[in-house]
């Protein structure tokens, strides 16, 4: 079989959009899928012909994300699929080739996509950045501490539908979104058919998206979007649960109130919420953290495209100066000695990270470069793991303190 691997046309919309319908197991009618038009820049998809059938998607968002030191532009792939009646002869392979070579063509110089199956990517030189965790809270033990911050001038208002809460929600996060390494900026259609969105097939069962507001005389300092699925047992005693979707604030007396609303809604006896970031303040307001039920998954995974310049291109957390080599099978430009000096700073662009023929500190596979590139997952570690190999002692002890960031990397929303 050859296949060819171009961008579609408009007109091939929806045969593309059938791939991933199918290869997902998606419940939605065509009708109802076509709102993911809005999210496909049509000259960054790219899909796999078996002569006139699309059998093969994927496609790049353009991301401005969050890196330690501030915002970059970054490629997000999404969209990733293989119709069954073609799996495992290569094609998603083919698509990953093509598509890392576009992005590096194209002058970005970091991929970044969520997985649906953690086994996926590591082949592809991504490597796992991130990870986020989700809580199953039983609200009567959610107590808070008793140092738990309180402002008095903040109130709660309820916005009601929540997309008339828009302004304010972006407010919030836009003064969070460059604090946080993973955040990345959301367009309109992320905010109107995503976070906001509230068609059936988004509800899962539970009740229209609510949203609170927390905010004093000067304006919107924290909300939360969640839905609320109501519930009696057969005894008539209130069995609901809240899911949260998406919650951000600016200070800590605003995140704490956030959360005690949506801990406290009437009638209901559990709280679910996924995505959260790893260092959660929750965890150090509840006074049972025990309470969080808490379990982890991978978030952000990172592929750096250019290696010289995402490594100059980020902030780090101390002195650093050692020649790293890269091995990296699938974008070999990416492959051999560089230098990367740094010196810590809040802002970008002053590190340098060039060419060099000097002898190697530490030999790195471009994947694990990637998972420390948000700062969240320490070179340390991995190599422990027996994953990069250190040639002078202390390099990698060095540049694992150099590469790690507080706050830990968190993409807050699949893309
Ligand atoms: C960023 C995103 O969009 S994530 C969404 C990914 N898409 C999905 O999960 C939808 C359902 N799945 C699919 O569409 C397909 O099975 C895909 C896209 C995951 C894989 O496509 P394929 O064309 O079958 O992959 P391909 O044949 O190129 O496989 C390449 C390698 O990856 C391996 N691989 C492929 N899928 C998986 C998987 N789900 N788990 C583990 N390994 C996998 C193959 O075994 C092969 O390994 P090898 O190189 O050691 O031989």
Redesign the pocket.
């Known amino acids: 079989m050859t296949v060819q691997i171009r961008p579609i046309t408009e007109s091939e919309w929806p045969a593309f959009a059938t791939?991933?319908r199918e290869?997902?197991?998606s419940p939605l009618s065509p009708d109802q899928h076509d709102r993911f038009r809005e999210f496909l820049e049509l000259e960054r998809s790219l899909a796999?012909f078996d002569g006139d059938l699309i059998v093969?998607a994927?496609a790049v968002a353009s991301l401005t994300m969050t890196v330690p030191g501030g915002p970059v532009p970054v490629a997000g792939?999404?969209?990733?699929?293989?119709?069954?009646s073609?799996?495992?002869?290569?094609?998603?392979?083919?698509?990953?080739t093509r598509q890392l070579n576009d992005v590096h063509e194209r002058g970005e110089s970091v991929a970044a996509?969520?997985?649906?199956?953690a086994?996926?990517?590591g082949?592809f030189g991504y490597g796992r950045a991130a990870d986020n965790l989700f809580f199953h809270i039983p609200t009567h033990r959610s107590a808070f501490v008793r140092d738990a911050p309180v402002d008095p001038s903040l109130r709660v208002r309820l916005a009601v539908p929540a997309e008339a809460a828009r302004a304010d929600v972006e407010r919030v996060f836009e003064a969070v979104r460059t604090t946080r390494p993973g955040l990345y900026a959301r367009s309109d259609a992320r905010w109107r058919l995503d976070v906001l969105g509230d068609e059936e097939f988004q509800r899962r069962g539970a009740g229209p998206l609510r949203c609170l507001i927390v905010e004093d005389d000067s304006g919107p300092r924290g909300y939360a979007l969640f839905r609320v699925k109501g519930g009696w047992t057969d005894h008539n005693v209130p069995d609901g649960e809240v899911l949260v979707n998406d919650l951000f604030a600016t200070d800590p007396a605003a995140y704490a109130l956030v959360w005690r609303s949506v801990l406290d809604r009437d009638l209901c006896v559990r709280l679910h919420a996924w995505g959260r970031p790893v260092d959660d303040p929750l965890m150090h307001l509840l006074a049972e953290p025990r309470q969080l039920n808490a379990g982890w998954l991978d978030d952000l995974?990172i592929r750096l495209v250019d290696v010289g310049r995402a490594l100059a291109g980020r902030a780090y957390a101390a002195p650093v100066d050692v020649v790293i080599e890269v091995e990296d099978r699938l974008c070999p430009w990416n492959a051999g000695r560089y230098r990367l000096v740094a010196s810590p700073g809040p802002v970008t662009g002053k590190a340098s990270c060039e060419r060099t023929g000097d002898p190697a500190d530490l030999t790195v596979p471009v994947a694990a470069l990637g998972a420390a590139y948000l700062g969240g997952r320490p070179l340390l570690a991995v190599g422990a793991a027996g994953l990069v190999t250190e040639h002078s002692e202390g390099a990698l002890r060095e540049l694992s303190t150099a590469m790690s960031w507080e706050p830990r990397p968190w993409g807050s929303l699949i893309f």
């Open positions: 791939v991933d290869s997902f197991n796999a093969g994927t792939v999404t969209a990733v699929a293989v119709l069954p073609h799996r495992r002869r290569g094609i998603l392979t083919s698509l990953m996509l969520y997985a649906s199956e086994a996926i990517y082949r995974w």
